[in-house]
């Protein structure tokens, strides 16, 4: 059975998708969580959807790319809890242009949302985690920080600097108790992907993806709810692709040879 250190978990994009799937996952493990998101009403509706669970719940507003408002979001947290003992950057933005139309506004504010707001929520969240000598911070990379997709010019090389971010994050934190990692998703259905993922895009993604379906945001949130727990304590600085085995396959058919 997963354990959790008693304190408040901070779930950034908790109104939505993976973040929302974990943040109810937590709260039924036994967790206090604080739902952090830029959309006031999804944040809302995941804290009613905890109370009626029977959990504690608090819904802050925070924009993750302005540091006021992320140290506006941390004060409410501390003062409702004194201890963050969980982080999940979840929160994120896909925009999506070829490599040669893609415009610097563009880039900069995917980074600002994706690369600087998981920094400066890592920060603040290191900072109170120091204080309790425990903490747990994962990221949200993807496969695309990995593997080129047609139009992830920002995304993806934001996700690849989410690898790297935590790499840096667990080399200093790590004497403090604190572990930092990052879960990379595959094919996931969420708001997010909801235009990505047309019927036609399905039919070319599904023969890459072995087990062969798209993944739901609670099987992410499985992944990151182990990593935030006390049993994944010597699990530090890696991305952890959930992504039924699309990083982990090649060739389809090899001469007369092909999976049916
Ligand atoms: P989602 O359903 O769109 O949830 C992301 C949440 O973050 C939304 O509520 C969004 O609000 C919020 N957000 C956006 N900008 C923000 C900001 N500046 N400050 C605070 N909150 C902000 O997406 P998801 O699919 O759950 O994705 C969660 C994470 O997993 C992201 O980092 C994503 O890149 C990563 N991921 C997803 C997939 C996938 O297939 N779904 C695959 C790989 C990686 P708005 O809706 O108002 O923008």
Redesign the pocket.
């Known amino acids: 059975m997963l354990t959790f250190e008693k304190g408040a978990a901070l779930i ?10 974990t943040a109810l996952m937590l709260a039924k493990a036994g967790t206090q969580v604080a739902v ?4 006031p009403v ?1 944040i809302q509706q995941t804290v009613s959807d905890i109370e009626g669970l029977g959990g504690a719940a608090l819904a802050v507003p ?5 540091k006021q ?1 992320v140290d506006d979001a941390f004060e409410q947290v501390e003062a409702w809890h004194d201890g963050i003992t969980i982080l999940v ?6 925009r999506m242009d070829t490599f040669e139309d893609f415009d610097v506004e563009t880039w900069n504010q995917v980074f ?3 690369v600087t ?1 998981s920094f400066l929520c890592g920060q603040r969240a290191a900072a109170n985690m120091k204080k309790v000598g425990y903490g747990r911070i994962i990221n ?5 920080g990995t593997r080129a997709g047609v139009g992830r010019t920002a ?1 993806g090389t934001s ?1 690849a600097a ?1 690898s790297g971010l935590t790499r840096q994050m667990a080399l200093e934190l790590g004497r403090h108790g604190i572990t930092a990692n990052a ?11 909801n235009e ?2 047309t019927e036609e895009t399905k039919a070319l993604l599904l023969p890459m993806i072995p087990t062969g379906f ?2 739901t ?1 609670e099987d ?1 949130a499985n992944a990151i709810v182990f990593l935030a727990s006390q049993q994944a304590r010597y699990i530090n600085g890696h991305t952890l692709p959930v992504d039924g085995g699309y990083l982990a396959s090649g060739m389809l058919q090899t001469g007369s040879i092909s999976l049916n």
């Open positions: 950034t994009g908790g109104g939505s998708g993976i973040g929302r799937a952090a998101d830029i959309d999804a925070i924009d993750v790319q302005d408002s950057n979840s929160a994120g933005i896909l600002n949302v994706n707001g949200l990379s993807s496969i695309s995304y996700k989410i879960v990379a998703p595959g094919a996931t259905t969420t708001p997010m992907t990505a993922y798209i993944a945001p992410i």
